[in-house]
């Protein structure tokens, strides 16, 4: 193995054994000498990509992911200027947020994770957005992606509102939606007449780059 790609090895090894500041250490040391795109690509995102699965198979928990989760993001700050100076081209723009009513925050934050780690300009809006809120945010933002996620039985159904919000003010085709949260499922995502349903986070990030090629198409 090269020194480079040990490099690289290492800093996913690190995310994945939520060492926040191997990673970081790592990263910077890749940094010398490597294009951020590439430590993203060929680190960060593998990285995720195999925590995702850890947690889809029951081998990691929701404690461990969030770690791991925080680990990414100090590596991914480092790279963040860089990435913003190479002028990337995004994967896309997404505005993100929990439904009004619903406080729980964390799985979104960490689809916001995955999905900035999949080059995408992420803008969360945070947890209790109101309906009105998320189509303000689509139109001053002009996202290809809105992404609504809800916890509760009881809010779910507050994204059926959101996306007759965004029809009734003729923005539905402007933006796909996709939805996610414990209590969602493809049958309900149907039912409220969204684009897309994932369950976890690097689901989201699989399903935000399907979604962006229907987008392109
Ligand atoms: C932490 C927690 C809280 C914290 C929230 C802190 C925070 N800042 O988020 C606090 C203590 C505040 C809380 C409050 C309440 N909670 Co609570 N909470 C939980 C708990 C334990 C974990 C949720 C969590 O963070 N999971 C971890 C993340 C990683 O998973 P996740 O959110 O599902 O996200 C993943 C996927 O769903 C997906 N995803 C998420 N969002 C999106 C969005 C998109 C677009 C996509 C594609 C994917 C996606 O990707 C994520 C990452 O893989 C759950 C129980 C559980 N085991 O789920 C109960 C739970 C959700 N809470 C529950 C309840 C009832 C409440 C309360 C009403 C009071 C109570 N009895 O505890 C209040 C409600 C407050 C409110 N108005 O919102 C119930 C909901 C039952 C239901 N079916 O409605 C649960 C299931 C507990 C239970 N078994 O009763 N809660």
Redesign the pocket.
Known sequence: MSPVDDLLEKIKRSIVNMEDQQAVEFTRKALENHPAEEILNQALIPAMEMV?NE?EQGRKF?PE??LAAEAMTAALELLKPALARADIKKAGKVV?G?VE????????R??CI?LEGAGFEVHSLG??VPADDFIQAVKTRNPDIL?????????APRMKGVIEGLQKQGLRDKVKV???????NQRLADEYGAD?????????AR?ARALMETTRS
Do not use: R
């Open positions: 995702g947690y929701i992911m969030l993100m929990t009513g619903d406080v729980h925050d964390i799985g979104q960490m689809v995955m947890a209790d992404g609504l996620s809800a916890l509760l039985t009881t809010t996709m939805v996610g949260g414990a209590v969602l897309g349903y994932a369950p976890d986070a690097a689901a989201a399903l």
